[in-house]
Every structure is written in structure tokens, then in C-alpha cells.
């Protein structure tokens, strides 16, 4: 075990005090992993557009003052009673959900929606005793989706860890513990478009490029990127999208654009916005008989959508994904091996770098729109 197991930890930590205010770098303390909990040493972090999200408190609790972040890599520092599977040292990527491998949802092969570990965006603590593994001067600093990764050191729950190959590079594999897995898999594991088939993708951010990736490997002869951004269509390209369409160009709906493009529809859609009429027009542009759609995006509390029921008559099919389907402790050692083979590519994702120490820039990257993901160093 390394020096400081068992022991409170000293480091510094970016805490949220209030809702859409800047991060401020702290000494935080760190309490030792209890039961099933390990503490790990972040390497790399970046920023995802959730965490941007729940930082302005928009359409949930606020809850604050908080660590944010999600996306990263680390080593384990130490493990707590009861974890077998994973040792210090051990390379790892914390996941903001999560594999217990004991409910009827790990046991199945068709779920990864954890009974016990699944998201939970208001729970500030962990579920062993409720409590918060950070505090300042005696004060508790919540926890956000059971990660917290802006900070040097941090405590998860066992079954939110994915320990993969320790020959990885952490600041390139660390993007694939939430958003580009999310839509490499929604493509891969969930469209499963053949060789040769047409995809249209909703949203070309990062999450929507990777979807585009997805296709790509897959063989997709064409690729048909919507989004009302006409500046994404050249980066776009590099992620194997042949076509780009913009919603706005156009005097009717984009699905009735999009089938006459096809001859009646694409093979498959992937939707990555989380905007309802978005939603609709991927399941309204896929082709009668074979066609399927895949939702993505996160849509707004209150919203629903309606489509007529012959749509489905007709033979298309509307799904939904999670986190790409991946169970996390399963799935993702062989997404690393995907990059480590070049079959994937991650460096076309990254588009900034900051020390920790200037986290906020990464914050204003995404505001202003200004590239895909930005990894934040967490050594000076």
C-alpha cells in the first residue's frame, strides 16, 4: 500500500462555491476509501458539457459547494475494505455511472443501467455512509456523479472504476469515460449500421462526432452530418462525415430533405442533441422496413414528442442509449484497446490543454463553442 493509505489527504481541489461563478483552486482534504471505495491520484481530467450544465444549475437542485468533473484518468491511491479487483498503481478511468456486476442489470447482457450505480445527478455523497469523502476546515464539499475529478485526489465507488491497459496514455484515453463512448457506442453497439449503409447524425459535437466516428469504422458508405452550424461541416470531415445538411438551408423538414437525398431514408440516425423536434426528424428520416434510430440527447425535463404511430407500422425502429450501452468495468478496457490498435482515434478530439490552475479557460472554450474537448493537467 503507498504511504498516505488510511490517511486523510492534503491537495488541491477546483471547488464550484455558487452556481455560474468561476472555480476556485483550494486545499481540500480527502478522507480515506471506505467499503467498496477507492481513492485515486488524477492525471488528466477535461471538461464535458454536463459538467458545464449542472455548474450554471440550470433545470435541476442546485447543489453547491461542489467538485465537478467526470472525464479523466488517474492511478489508484489506495482501496478500502472488500475491493479485490483493483490494487495501487493500478491505471484507471473513473465513470460517472456505474457496474455493481450484481443486479439484474449488470447480469444481463443487453443492460448497463445499474441498479445501484446508475447516474444520480443530485446525490452529493457517497452511499456507503452518505457522507463526503472532501471538506475544508471541517466543512463538507459535495461530490457530483460519484467522480469529482477536479480535484488532485478523489474517492469513487469500486464499481465506477474501469481499470484498463497501464501502457495507455491517460491524457488521450481519459475522453472516452463519458461523452465520445457515449456516441461511439450509441453507433457501434446500438444502430449497428452494416457496410455500405447510409447514417445521418443529429449534432455534430463532440458527442455527435463521435457517433460519426462510429459510423465510420463501421464501414457507412455515407455519412450525413445535421447541424444548424454551418462551421462544423469542415471539422466534421475528419470524422468521416461526407455530407452535411443545416436545417435552416431549407423550406421544409429536414427528414423530408434527408429521404430525398436517400431514396426514401437512411439505414440509420443517431440523435445528439437532446432536442425534441431534433428527435423526430431522426426517427422520421430513417427508411421504412429496416430503419433505425437511436436517441442520444438528453432532453429538457418537460418535454415529449409525438410521431404517427405508422411510422412504427412501417417497420422503423426508435431506440434509446445510455452511455453508448458500454457497462463500464466490462466494456471499457476494450475501447482503450480500440485506440491502442488505431482503429480509434482520440486525437482529433482534443482540441485545447490547460493546467489545472487555469481550469476556467476550459470553461470558457465551451461556452464560446471553441472546440471539442480540453484537457486539464493536473500536475503544474
Same mark, same amino acid.
Given at each position: ?91 484507471v478511468l473513473p465513470v460517472f455511472t456505474g457496474e455493481c456486476k450484481d443486479c439484474r442489470h449488470c447480469k444481463s447482457e443487453e443492460s448497463n443501467m445499474c441498479d445501484l450505480l446508475r447516474i444520480n445527478t443530485d446525490r452529493g455523497v457517497m452511499l456507503n455512509d452518505n457522507k463526503s469523502r472532501f471538506s475544508i476546515n ?50 457501434? *453497439? ?55 445538411? *443545416? ?103 482534443i482540441t485545447h490543454e490547460v493546467p489545472f490552475a487555469e481550469i476556467n479557460k476550459a470553461f470558457e472554450y465551451m461556452l464560446q463553442g471553441d472546440g471539442l474537448r480540453c484537457i486539464i493537467r493536473m500536475d503544474p
Open positions: 500500500m503507498s504511504g498516505t493509505a488510511g490517511q486523510v489527504i492534503r491537495c488541491k481541489a477546483a471547488v464550484a462555491w455558487e452556481a455560474g461563478k468561476p472555480l476556485v483552486i483550494e486545499e481540500v482534504e480527502v478522507a480515506p476509501p471506505q467499503a467498496m471505495e477507492v481513492r485515486l491520484k488524477i492525471l488528466f481530467t477535461s471538461l464535458c458539457h454536463t459538467d458545464v450544465y449542472f455548474w450554471e444549475a440550470k433545470g435541476q437542485t442546485p447543489l453547491f459547494p461542489r467538485i465537478f468533473g467526470h472525464e479523466a484518468g488517474g492511478i489508484v491511491e489506495s482501496v478500502g475494505e472488500g475491493v479485490t479487483d483493483l490494487k495501487p498503481g493500478d491505471h471541517g466543512k463538507p464539499i459535495y461530490h457530483f456523479v460519484g467522480t469529482s475529478t477536479f480535484s488532485e485526489y478523489t474517492v469513487v465507488h469500486v464499481g465506477c472504476v474501469a481499470k484498463i491497459n497501464p501502457a495507455a496514455p491517460l491524457d488521450k484515453v481519459c475522453v472516452l469515460s463519458c461523452g465520445i463512448s457515449t456516441g461511439l457506442g450509441a453507433t457501434l *453497439n446500438v444502430a449497428k449500421p452494416w457496410k455500405g449503409s447510409s447514417v445521418a447524425i443529429f449534432g455534430l459535437g463532440a458527442v455527435g462526432l463521435a457517433a460519426a466516428e462510429g459510423a465510420r469504422i463501421a464501414g457507412a458508405a455515407r455519412i450525413i452530418g445535421v447541424d444548424l452550424n454551418p462551421k462544423r461541416f469542415n471539422e466534421a470531415k475528419k470524422f468521416g462525415v461526407t455530407e452535411f445538411v *443545416n436545417p435552416k438551408d431549407h423550406d421544409k423538414p429536414v427528414q423530408e430533405v434527408i429521404a430525398e437525398m436517400t431514396g426514401g431514408g437512411v439505414d440509420r440516425s443517431v440523435e445528439c442533441t437532446g432536442n425534441v423536434n431534433a428527435m423526430i426528424s431522426a426517427f422520421e428520416c430513417v427508411h421504412d422496413g429496416w430503419g433505425v434510430a437511436v436517441l442520444v440527447g438528453v432532453p429538457n425535463k418537460d418535454d415529449s414528442f409525438k410521431t404517427h404511430p405508422m411510422n412504427l407500422l412501417n417497420e422503423r425502429t426508435l431506440k434509446g442509449t445510455f452511455f453508448g450501452n458500454y457497462k463500464p468495468r466490462s466494456d471499457l478496457p476494450s475501447v482503450v484497446e480500440k485506440y491502442m490498435n488505431k482503429e480509434l482515434e482520440l486525437e482529433k478530439f
